[in-house]
């Protein structure tokens, strides 16, 4: 069994923080009061949900759990749109869409295929390797959008050389998914590599020092490795596809008015 | 064949054409000829849907430019802007590219054909193997406009396509345009390429006027 963390001990781990504040104002960086309000914001933040998290795991109730997926999803796309520079009132239901869809396929074949807990939506399962594959994918959620719209705007005069030579929108616009999927799955990919060697994955030491076996662990891990790689991919792409509606229009032309 | 009916335009707020028309028939060769910054290469870009207009029509044949025609247009006209962008590594991939594309990809030409394309417009055929990135201004606009002609495109748009070009380039790339199969609207600053329109349009007070050759 995990050896439990009392409030002092908690507490006590605040002090590391007085060794990166004390260079902060050695080198007068200003940076101190930003890191204490993010220390607290992360403090407040996590104790509800560890308050809120509890009751959901009491309760395990199919609709509690699906809603606190929903609202993971709702602020996971909220942060993607803010990031990637693209109007959020545009393109809202579209992306969230897109990482619903990617969320809700690759966390059913882990749970329903592989792991079949019981009850199947059992919230020890769902709620966490959701939250795992929405955090994981957020980075390339924001890159692939990012990339994608940047890509087409920075080469509009090459992009409408393709649509003059005869491309449909379709055709057009795969040069820039391509660049845009490879510069979101290429870390991933480099990570998977190295994994085990170079870093020791959250989830593995995680479920170690909750009490499991290594081995157990690991199977856990590469899941949710492979999950979040196919969730990013899909995301991605449905993103992208999605959005191509209200980003072009009639004429296949990039609406400058989708920026922020 | 082409014509613009009380076309208007504004950029950044700026009325750059005003109830202007213009009418092109087949076999003419058209130059227009006017000050920096007075709408000439944003007027070939609204035939094509390029740019939005502010007011107006275009119809090329028998087609009014609208969202269900203008990939059909596009798809019967070859646009030769003055900087043309190949859009693929090298110089065969971007000949080719058109052909890549659905609605071309059954008319790929002959390997013939392009060396006879190539030879017409005063190019090497080692070009092929060049880096899209290696070569000069000059021999990627007449890249660019082999590339049209590989289409078997009778009508072109061609903005200052003989800006970068030798002589000797310029007068190949004359002889193979100026045919009277093909119809050719075209921005221009040059003498030659003038001299070779039958007709010159000038934008006067946001207006299309004939001018005298």
Redesign the interface.
């Known amino acids: 069994m995990i050896v439990e963390m009392d409030i002092i001990s908690t507490v006590s781990m605040y002090a590391l923080l007085l060794i990166p504040i004390g260079i902060f104002i050695w080198l007068q960086m200003g940076l101190v009061k930003e890191t204490i309000l993010s220390a607290l914001r992360m403090t407040v933040q996590l104790f509800l949900v560890g308050l809120y998290l509890k009751y959901v795991f009491q309760l395990n109730n199919g609709f509690v759990n699906l809603g606190w997926v929903i609202i993971m999803m709702v602020a996971a796309n909220s942060s993607v749109l803010g990031k990637s520079g693209l109007k959020r009132k545009l393109f809202f239901w579209r992306t969230l869409i897109g990482i619903s869809v990617s969320t809700f396929i690759v966390s059913g074949w882990f749970v329903l295929v592989a792991i079949r807990p019981d009850p199947f939506y059992d919230a020890r399962y769902m709620v966490p390797i959701i939250g795992m594959i929405l955090g994981n994918c957020q980075r390339s959620n924001v890159l692939s959008l990012e990339r994608f719209y940047s890509g087409i705007r920075n080469?509009e005069?090459?992009f409408?050389?393709?649509?003059?030579?005869?491309?449909?929108l379709s055709?057009a616009i795969r040069p820039y998914l391509r660049t845009a999927l490879k510069s979101c799955v290429n870390p991933s990919i480099a990570t998977m590599a190295t994994m085990g060697i170079v870093s020791l994955p959250g989830m593995m030491t995680g479920q170690i020092l909750g009490g499991a076996m290594p081995m157990a662990a690991i199977k856990y891990q590469i899941g949710i490795m492979l999950c979040i790689f196919a969730a990013m991919v899909i995301a991605a792409v449905v993103n992208i596809l999605l959005s191509l509606r209200v980003a072009f229009?009639?004429?296949?032309?990039l609406r400058p008015n989708i920026f922020q | 064949m082409i014509h613009f009916d009380n076309i208007s335009l504004q950029i950044h707020g700026q009325i750059l054409l005003e109830q202007a028309h213009l009418q092109i028939a087949e076999g003419d060769h058209v130059v227009i000829r006017a000050p920096s910054g007075s709408g000439k290469s944003s007027l070939l870009k609204l035939a094509v849907g390029a740019l939005p207009m502010s007011g107006g029509s275009v119809r090329v044949h028998d087609l009014e430019l609208s969202d269900q025609t203008v990939a059909e247009i596009r798809s019967r006209i070859g646009f030769i802007g003055q900087e043309p962008t190949l859009g693929a590594e090298n110089v065969k991939d971007a000949l080719l590219l058109p052909f890549t594309f659905k609605v071309h990809q059954h008319n790929k030409p002959a390997e013939e054909l392009i060396f006879q394309t190539l030879e017409l417009l005063h190019l090497e055929r080692s070009i092929l193997d060049k880096p899209s990135k290696r070569i000069s201004g000059g021999e990627k606009q007449r890249i660019a406009i082999a590339r049209a002609l590989l289409l078997n495109k009778t009508i072109f748009l061609a903005d200052e396509i003989t800006s970068a070009l030798d002589p000797a380039s310029k007068a190949a790339v004359i002889t193979a345009l100026f045919r009277p199969e093909i119809t050719l609207l075209s921005v221009s600053h040059d003498p030659d390429w003038i001299n070779a329109c039958g007709r010159i349009v000038e934008i006067n007070k946001h207006k299309l006027t004939e001018a005298a050759p």
């Open positions: 080469n005069q090459e409408m050389t393709y649509l003059m030579l005869g491309a449909t055709e229009d009639e004429y296949q032309r």
